[in-house]
Structure formats: C-alpha cells, structure tokens
C-alpha cells in the first residue's frame, strides 16, 4: 500500500513511502513491484535510479520506452560502474544487479537529439 507521497517539481523529484502488511524480520525478504509514469507532455528524463541504503541480494529495476519515443543508449550505473545495455524486445532496460551493495544504482539514457556525456 502507498502511504505519504511527497513531490518536488522543480528538483524532479518523487518519493513514497511503502506501507507492508506486517513489520518485516531482519533478513526477512519483500518482492516489491511498482510504477511510475512520467506525464505527458513534459521535459525529458533522461535517468532512473534509487539509493540502496542497505545491501541487497538482488535488485531490478526495469524501465520501459514507449515504442516511439525509444533512446538512443541505455547504461545501467552503480556508484562503482556502468555498463551499456541493450533494450529487449518490449522496449525495457532489464539491469539486474545481484549482491547489490548500499549506495546508487539505475538506468540512465540518451535521447538521439541529444550529445553523449
């Protein structure tokens, strides 16, 4: 269940607070699945990621492309690397990290308009 949802436009920034049915147990496992969706029309994002603030066996994060509006590069990016990514045949950047160490990990893109950093 989403509990607060607070929202800063200007930083481009969302953040929610995940409300599970029962505390969990230290060690304890929880597969959480949601989405966000960018509005339309808008600026362009051109990332996703989330702050792992303790490890993790195994994270995924997926983001997927309208069939029109499809990047021209997809990296997948730690605090410590980064690595290009291929998109699957449904549009989506499937990174999966395992044993997923505290810190930032995501996706990030380039549009085809757009000069490489």
Known sequence: MIGRVERSPEAGVVGAEL???????????VVVEYE????????????YYRRLRMPMREYLLRVEFHPE?????TV?????????????????????HTDATPGVT????????EPLS
């Not at 409300?19 to 496992?29: A, C, K, V, Y």
């Not at 966000?36 to 990332?47: F, T």
């Open 36 to 47: 966000v969706v960018s509005p339309s029309p808008g600026p362009l994002e051109s990332e």
């Open 76 to 96: 997948a990016f730690t605090e410590d690397r980064e690595s290009v990514i291929a998109l699957d045949p449904a549009h989506r950047a499937p990174p999966a």
């Open 106 to 113: 995501g996706i990030r893109w380039t549009w085809a308009d």
């Open 69 to 73: 509006a499809l990047p021209a590069t």
């Open 19 to 29: 409300i599970f049915h029962q505390p969990l147990s230290r060690g304890e496992t």
